[in-house]
């Protein structure tokens, strides 16, 4: 089992870029998470997806940021343009219907300039 | 909308103490009760997770937790830590009709040799 593989794993850039951050969730399951991770405000779910559809995009905190899952085995987290405070850690996470728990990948470092 | 307390923000013990960090949420309906550890630098790994039946339920290295419904509360624990429990735990809570985790702000042991 590869586990979850998100890429790349950190990732410096000058605000005013686009930053696309990629995600391969596990194999059979069916439900993909995105969330970031910083000092201030801890871990926050920003969309999941269940069968490539988005659920949930309560968190995404404005339009720069959108996700998109265009198959079963990909999924991409884009920022345009990135700004400073969208520096964190940004985590994906599979998992497989409720009962199951979701599985985490390890993650990618973003720093905005 | 459901949330998660984390009351202890950092704890720091010496080996062999005993171990019990709190989590209170606030939801009436069904959930799924999760506890997470991040050591340093790494992704989020599952330690443990209620899902019904028995409260008491165990996980991977030695710890524990206890979900008690009338106070809202999954507490973690362990009877001796060591030092290469030293790490970030996060309390989690999904919503069996989102999916989505909620967590808590998480806790930082750290343990003293």
């Known amino acids: 089992d590869a586990g979850v593989i998100q890429s790349p794993r950190h990732e410096v850039t000058e605000m005013g870029q686009e930053v696309t951050l990629r995600c391969k969730p596990i194999s059979g399951h069916n439900s993909l998470f995105w969330y970031r991770q910083t000092m201030m405000r801890g871990l926050e779910l920003l969309i999941y997806f269940n069968n490539n559809v988005p659920i949930d995009d309560s968190g995404m905190p404005e339009d720069r940021f959108s996700a998109k899952m265009p198959n079963a085995s990909f999924s991409t987290l884009k920022i345009q343009p990135s700004e400073p405070r969208d520096s964190a850690v940004y985590f994906c996470?599979?998992?497989?219907?409720?009962?199951?728990?979701?599985?985490f990948g390890d993650g990618t470092r973003l720093s905005i300039l | 909308a459901q949330s998660v307390s984390q009351h202890n923000h950092h704890v720091i013990l010496s080996e062999a103490a005993s171990l019990e960090l709190g989590c209170n949420y606030s939801?009436?309906?069904?959930?799924?009760l999760f506890w997470y550890v991040q050591y340093p630098g790494q992704h989020l790994q599952l330690l443990l997770k209620y899902f019904s039946g028995d409260p008491l339920v165990k996980g991977i290295k030695g710890f524990e937790a206890e979900f008690i419904k009338s106070k809202f509360s999954f507490n973690l624990r362990k009877p001796s830590v060591q030092w290469s429990d030293t790490a970030e735990y996060f309390c989690?809570?999904?919503?069996?009709?989102?999916?989505?985790?909620?967590f808590g702000s998480g806790t930082r042991l750290q343990v003293q040799p």
């Open positions: 989690a809570v999904m919503d069996t009709g989102r999916r989505a985790l909620t």
């Open positions: 996470a599979s998992g497989f219907g409720v009962t199951q728990p979701q599985h």
């Open positions: 939801y009436g309906g069904t959930v799924n």
